[in-house]
Structure formats: structure tokens, C-alpha cells
């Protein structure tokens, strides 16, 4: 894997060297259609659709031992499937609505246990919610100008305009995810069409609001100026942790979360994104190191966190995420996450800390520009209490091996995506996972996945 990320790098420097050379002329080419039906940029309406559908296997690994959380050390499969139909309409040019409804199901290996950074972003983590489909956002969109003057900008499901005034802000209200607004980056944000993995996918030590599928309710508000942005949003946390209600009360359970975006120009004519995150949510968690307390004590046959919930526990966090274009169709990124780790795990996965670094590559070197292709790695771990927690037996809501000898859990992940014909794309993708679980006595681990992905 680290052989495939070295050759990505220099994949980069090679794009960087044709950048500084006189280019040859080429012949042109008509652009390829990336969706089965075209999409107006002028109507009022907006209906699309994807499906994504994912494979992945591995083979036997040595373990030490194993546990009810653990990654399944014997040959196992497994195949996901998201469907969601996008739609939206423009009342004026400054007001929308969307209302988006999905369904996903089949399954993850190992019922999505077992790794902090699984590897399969589009698993659901509750096999006890079925698969009828569901509404995911239902939001209302409302632009303030601050300016007269406009940018292009490119028309998508989740955003109808396709000129925007330079400085303005942008309030949404409803039903959301907030990995949609926060944390993007341009090499590692969407599993449909680039990595799978969720801590490379999104930043794992951020904790992000939300329910068992991802999503939550609240309300965001992005000022945008023409080289930063600075954006806020208030959403509901879920009852109990990976859970499927979420809590009302926001008096007793909620979520801040407010992210600084920087464009400074630090190379000529390429792009650089700085981003700030910090997050504080308020739920009912338990404490790690209470928990453990209360086991050496023998309050508790075994260490149990759901036990030391208390209404109103606080747990906040960091994270940076940098993008920087190399050469037109080449960019490297990176995410840090830091997060305190004396309470429980709650809403995304069990990571208190985590960096990873990638780079980025679009087909357009090889006359295949909606093609992509990348490579990654990164190392994620968790705090003293959360490591005593899960040696001690505890378990949390996916790692739990009955034991641990705490190592970092390093990924490495490497993809290439392939367009076929209009909305259709597929794809290969190989993880290479270390201490799976943060359990040095366990793996490693290598996941090769198939991915189809359609655009309608």
C-alpha cells in the first residue's frame, strides 16, 4: 500500500514538472456526460439520483483472541447498497427547499465492528433498523447578499443557485447531515466516488451529531467571503450513543459545531483550503475512567460506560483539514482530529485522535477526466481511559475485544475510479489495516472492494 501511495506522489511531481513545460497542443475533447439524464441549470425543480453499491471480503488473520466487537478473524464478505432520490425546488433565486429520501441496506463484514476506521463509509452501524426507506434531509436554503457582485457556481443537489454574491450568508434549517456542510475536503468527502474509509473519508476524531444513518436536525449559518468563510450550527445529538432518536430537549442535549475556512494564496495560480473545526456536544454520556472505577470495585460484573451516563456531559473537540492543488488535476490533503476522550464515544466512531495525508488525482492526464484516482493513510488512536476501558473487557458501540494490547490502528487505502458511460462508474479499492481495533495481538488485515456507483 505504501508502495501505491509513493507511486501517487510521483504521479503528483510528474504533474507539477508538465505543469512547468509549454503544452503541446491537443485536439479537443467533447466533455463525457458524468449522469444518465441531463439536468437543467434553469429550472426551478431539481429530481437526481445515485446508487452505490460496495463489495468487500478478506481472508483469515491471526488473533490472539477475539471478542463480541471484534473484526472477524476467519474469510467473510459482504455487499451495501444506498439508493437516494435528490429533490428540490427554487422559489426564488435566494430560497430553496430540498427534501432527499433513501434507502440502504444489505450489510458491512463483521456487521461494521470491530475497526475505529471501518471501511466501508456507507455501512449502517444498527442492523435492527431495517432498510425501508426513510427521508435523510428535508431542509429549507435562504441566501442573504451582502454584495452585488456574483461568482458562478456549480448547481448540485444540495444547492440549487448557480450564481452566488461573493460575500453572503447562508442559513439552512432542518434535516441534515452535518459532514455535508463541515470538515469537506476535495480528496476525501464522498464514498461514492472516492475513498471508502471512514476516517480518511471524514475526520474520525470528530464526533458529528448525528443518528445511526448519519443525519440529525438544527440549523447552519456560512458567511462566505471571496477567501474565507466562517460557519456555525446548532444541531440535536441522539438519546444514547449510535442511536436513532435524537433528543429535543436542547436545553439537556445538543451540538455546537463552528468551522473556519481559509483560502489564502500561498502558491501562484493554485488553490490552497485551510479549515478550523472545533465542536462541543452535550448528551447523555458516560465516563471511561468511572466506569472502569466502578468495575475494580466490583460494582459492575464487567466495565460498562452506559452505566456512568449522566445528562448534560460535555465533550468537545479539534480538527484541521488542508487542501492544496499540486497541478490542475492533481491536489494533496490532510486531516488532524483531536478530541478529549475521557467520555464515551457517541455519535461517529471510537477515535480520539487521528492525522491522515493523500493525494488526489483526476484522469485528465490520460484523457480520462472523469476518472479519479488516490491514495491515503492514516493513524487513528484513543486515550488512557478509553485504552483501560476496552482492556478491562469493556465494550463500546463497535470496538470491544475482550482485551487489549494498545497499538495506533494504521490504514493505508488506494482507489481507482472508472467512468464507463454516462452515470456509470466503477471501481477498485484496497485497505491494508494494522491493529485493527487498536489491538497490536490482532491482524493485520487486507480488504479489497468492488464499488458501483450510477448518477441519474
Given amino acids: 500500500m505504501l508502495r501505491l501511495a509513493i507511486a501517487f506522489a510521483l ?32 429550472s426551478k425543480w431539481w429530481i437526481s439520483g445515485q446508487a452505490n453499491f460496495v463489495f468487500q471480503a478478506h481472508g483469515d488473520f491471526y ?105 453572503r450568508l447562508e442559513m439552512r434549517f432542518g434535516k441534515f447531515s452535518l459532514a455535508d456542510f463541515f470538515d469537506l475536503n476535495v480528496g476525501g468527502s464522498d464514498s461514492h466516488y472516492q475513498f471508502l474509509n471512514w476516517v480518511i473519508a471524514n475526520n474520525g476524531a470528530w464526533d458529528y451529531a448525528a443518528d445511526t444513518r448519519g443525519y440529525t436536525m438544527g440549523a447552519i449559518f456560512d458567511y462566505e467571503d471571496r477567501n474565507w468563510g466562517l460557519r456555525f450550527a446548532e444541531a440535536l445529538m441522539p438519546k444514547v450513543a449510535n442511536g436513532q432518536n435524537l433528543d429535543a430537549d436542547v436545553a439537556r442535549a445538543r451540538a455546537e459545531n463552528i468551522e473556519l475556512e481559509l483560502r489564502p494564496k500561498l502558491f501562484k495560480n493554485k488553490d490552497t483550503t485551510i479549515r ?80 491522515h495525508v493523500g493525494v488526489y488525482v483526476k484522469g485528465t492526464r490520460w484523457r480520462r477526466s472523469l476518472d479519479r484516482a488516490g491514495a491515503a493513510i492514516v493513524s487513528s488512536g484513543i486515550s488512557k481511559a478509553h485504552q483501560a476501558y476496552l482492556a478491562n473487557g469493556g465494550l463500546g458501540f463497535i470496538l470491544g475485544d475482550g482485551g487489549l494490547t494498545y497499538g495506533p490502528e494504521t490504514i493505508e487505502e488506494a482507489f481507482y475510479t472508472a467512468h464507463i458511460w454516462r452515470g456509470a462508474f466503477f471501481a477498485f479499492d484496497l485497505q491494508h489495516v494494522n491493529n485493527p481495533g487498536y489491538n497490536q495481538v490482532r491482524g493485520p488485515v487486507t480488504v479489497p472492494g468492488l464499488r458501483l456507483h450510477l448518477e441519474f
Fill in 63 to 167: 488473533a490472539q483472541y477475539s471478542g463480541p466487537n471484534s473484526l472477524k478473524d476467519y474469510s467473510e464478505h459482504a455487499t451495501s447498497r444506498v439508493l437516494t432520490l435528490f429533490t428540490g425546488y427554487e422559489f426564488t433565486p435566494n430560497t430553496m427547499a430540498y427534501l432527499d429520501v433513501e434507502e440502504s441496506g444489505w450489510g458491512g463484514i463483521s456487521g461494521a465492528l470491530g475497526l475505529a476506521g471501518f471501511v466501508n463509509l456507507d455501512v449502517v452501524r444498527n442492523p435492527t433498523i431495517g432498510s425501508a426507506p426513510y427521508i435523510a434531509r428535508l431542509m429549507l436554503q435562504q441566501i442573504i447578499p451582502l454584495s452585488k457582485e456574483k461568482m458562478e457556481v456549480e448547481r448540485t443537489p444540495f444547492s440549487l443557485a448557480t450564481q452566488v454574491p461573493v460575500r
Fill in 276 to 355: 478550523l473545526l472545533n465542536y462541543i456536544n452535550h448528551a447523555n454520556m458516560g465516563d471511561y475512567e468511572e466506569a472502569v472505577r466502578l468495575y475494580l470495585n466490583h460494582v459492575t460484573p464487567t466495565p460498562d460506560v452506559t452505566a456512568t451516563r449522566k445528562q448534560g456531559t460535555i465533550k468537545y473537540g479539534f480538527g484541521i483539514n488542508f487542501e492544496q492543488e499540486v497541478s490542475a488535476d492533481v491536489w494533496a490533503f490532510g486531516r488532524w482530529g483531536w478530541n478529549e476522550g475521557q467520555h464515551e464515544s457517541f455519535a461517529y466512531t471510537e477515535d480520539n485522535e487521528g492525522a
Fill in 11 to 42: 504521479l503528483a511531481t510528474a504533474s507539477v514538472a508538465q505543469d512547468t513545460q509549454s503544452p503541446e497542443p491537443q485536439p479537443p475533447v467533447p466533455n463525457p456526460k458524468a449522469t444518465f439524464f441531463d439536468h437543467s441549470p434553469t
